[in-house]
């Protein structure tokens, strides 16, 4: 009886406002749907983030304190990105440049050739080829007692480590590194050299260009936004590596990562408790300023090449 | 005249270049291809490598026998099982995770898709060492709750495989038309739970395989976060080998490598499965295609 009365009370709301009401009340109910994905996000990753960038501002007592960022400038922390940056530099640049020559000889070919295809699916695996299996291919083929090094010295008597042994230091890890940066190149270059059609070559032609004034005045310009933001994906790719370095580094942190691994690992020096992540939101402020100038590249990219 | 000369002279040229082409093209891969062909065969040379010079492949038969080898290396077999249910859980829960939640935000939630995208891709630009170092706390409380098992990592892991999963679930839904598909399927009277499980899902199968594809051969290789961590798989236990026998971490992370390849070679048959359906059903229906008939990007036919 009382829900009769008040469906004909005048006070009750008005069908429009009960609508919204219900509206608003199904988009909560939407809501729903989506919440062990937020919660599980927010757990596992806006947590470890506000952990790295907060720890990165406080001292041991938890206070807020710039000692951390300070800290950074010490010389041996200054060395370490100095030397990540410069061996990511070296990777990226010269496996960008191999790896544009292979996606290039690639495009020369049939697209549904059998070389393309192989070295396609070959390079999709090398690229997430990294880590700790990386490491030990290279000490089997380069290492002490390694294949090559081996055969050299048995066959041509040249001893690769007469200079020292430079498989676990920098060197080694620019050879290792450009091992993966150089199939990653041909992944990532691969689709921009598809976008070049055979009709602007054929254009440059029948206006009389060169070969040279076609890749002068036309593809390099086109291709220029395409490799520089790829390499710039590879510098970032080398510069967030850890396990191949932790695997085959066996003395010292060179490199930004290991230093970050010491500061887990080892005993905590007074007042450093957080020096690690003052590090790690360094990595992060390095890497997000090279992934946003690779996103500009890659609008200016599509442009031509989409 | 130049223009009645120019067609044999022309074509002249195109076979000179496409025969430069050819010798550019071998010299370019033959190259490289010794280059990332070396340490492969490098890794086989070895391991097989016997006493006095001579082949042996002991390292590998130790490497088949799994209760030989499960009591040789009690930790490397441990490292082995947790691997492999940790690519089990992680692949499960992911796709427990996503792909309810990225249909049902492109059915009733398209304002969110932003959002998910960008929290699904930011792992890319937080490097594992990064990661891993927000992570400890959180991991301080896993402990707590759930205990120390190394299967516990399948959270982080989880996290690590979001963008790659992400990208290839999305690829699938743009697809299809889901809001059709849904809106037939609820106007037929399914639930939501029918509709996602019984009406999208099967159309987008091939997707969710690439995905969970990725994320086996991603938890396979993983190996910061399990070191850092102090928990114990595959390549923790590889990389503790190589400190004691060589041979037996160089023929483990020759396997594994193989494992991955095998995997990944799997999933381009996927995607090329999936092209030639969505090629074959494309046929009948041209204006329904994917690709635009138009140049896609405006500049171009300006």
């Not at chain 1, 009365?5 to 809501?31: F, I, K, T």
């Not at chain 1, 990653?184 to 598809?194: E, G, K, Q, R, T």
């Not at chain 2, 080898?69 to 995770?97: K, N, Q």
Request: proline share 5%.
């Amino acid at each position: 009886m009382s829900t009769v009365q008040q469906r004909s009370d005048p006070a009750a709301p008005a069908p429009g406002v009960r609508a919204r009401g219900r509206r608003s009340l199904r988009r909560g109910l939407d809501l729903f749907g989506v919440v062990p994905f937020f919660a599980f996000v927010a757990v596992f990753l806006a947590i470890p983030t506000l952990v790295v960038a907060i720890g990165a501002f406080a001292g041991d007592d938890n206070r807020p304190t710039l000692d951390n960022l300070a800290a950074l400038t010490d010389g041996y922390i200054v060395d370490a990105f100095v030397r990540s940056i410069v061996l990511s530099a070296a990777t990226a640049l010269l496996g960008a440049v191999l790896g544009a020559l292979l996606a290039y000889a690639l495009v020369t070919a049939k697209p549904q050739g059998l070389l393309r295809r192989a070295v396609t699916a070959a390079a999709g695996v090398l690229a997430q080829f990294g880590g700790v299996t990386l490491a030990f291919a290279f000490i089997a083929t380069v290492g002490l007692s390694g294949f090559v090094t081996v055969f050299l010295r048995e066959h041509l008597g040249a001893d690769i480590y007469a200079g020292g042994v430079w498989l676990f230091e920098l060197p080694g890890l620019t050879l290792v590194y450009t091992y993966f940066q150089i199939p990653l190149m041909v992944i990532v270059f691969l689709p921009a050299l598809d976008g070049i059609r055979p009709q602007w070559r054929e254009a440059t032609e029948s206006l009389g260009g060169s070969t040279w004034q076609y890749w002068r005045r036309v593809a390099v310009p086109l291709l220029a936004p395409a490799f520089l933001g790829s390499t710039l994906l590879l510098f970032a790719n080398a510069f967030s590596a850890y396990a191949t370095a932790a695997a085959l580094v066996s003395q010292g942190n060179p490199i930004v990562p290991l230093q970050i691994r010491g500061t887990i690992t080892s005993e905590v020096v007074l007042g450093r408790a957080n020096l690690g992540k003052a590090m790690a939101l360094g990595m992060i402020v390095v890497v997000a300023i090279v992934m946003w100038l690779y996103a500009l590249l890659q609008r200016r990219t599509s442009r031509w090449l989409g | 005249m130049a223009g009645l000369t120019a067609p044999p002279r022309r074509a002249g040229l195109r076979r000179r270049r496409a025969r430069r082409q050819r010798v550019f093209r071998w010299v370019v891969v033959g190259l490289l291809g010794l280059f990332f062909a070396l340490p492969l065969l490098a890794m086989l040379e070895f391991t097989t490598r016997g006493a006095g010079g001579k082949l042996s492949f002991d390292t590998w038969r130790l490497l088949v026998d799994w209760p030989r080898l499960s009591e040789t290396y009690p930790d490397l077999s441990a490292g082995i099982t947790t691997s492999f249910g940790l690519a089990l859980l992680t692949t499960v829960l992911m796709l427990v995770l996503l792909v309810p939640t990225v249909i049902w935000v492109r059915l009733r939630l398209p304002r969110l898709r932003r959002t998910i995208e960008f929290l699904c891709l930011l792992p890319l630009t937080i490097p594992a060492i990064v990661l891993v170092v927000g992570l400890a706390p959180v991991y301080a409380w896993v402990t707590y709750f759930l205990g120390g098992s190394s299967l516990t990592l399948t959270f982080a892991y989880t996290v690590l495989v979001l963008p790659y999963a992400y990208r290839a679930i999305d690829a699938g839904l743009s697809a299809i038309d889901v809001r059709t598909l849904a809106e037939a399927a609820r106007s037929l009277g399914a639930g939501w739970a029918t509709v996602i499980w019984r009406v999208v899902l099967p159309n987008i199968q091939s997707a969710v395989l690439s995905a969970a594809f990725l994320s086996v051969a991603l938890v396979l290789g993983e190996f910061t976060l399990a070191s850092l961590l102090s928990r114990t798989n595959l390549q923790v236990a590889i990389e503790l080998l190589g400190k004691s026998s060589a041979t037996m971490s160089v023929a483990v992370s020759l396997a594994a490598l193989i494992l991955a390849f095998v995997l990944l070679f799997l999933l381009s048959f996927v995607g090329a499965v999936r092209g030639r359906r969505r090629n074959r059903s494309k046929e009948p229906t041209v204006s329904t295609s994917s690709e635009p008939a138009i140049p896609a990007t405006p500049e171009v036919t300006r």
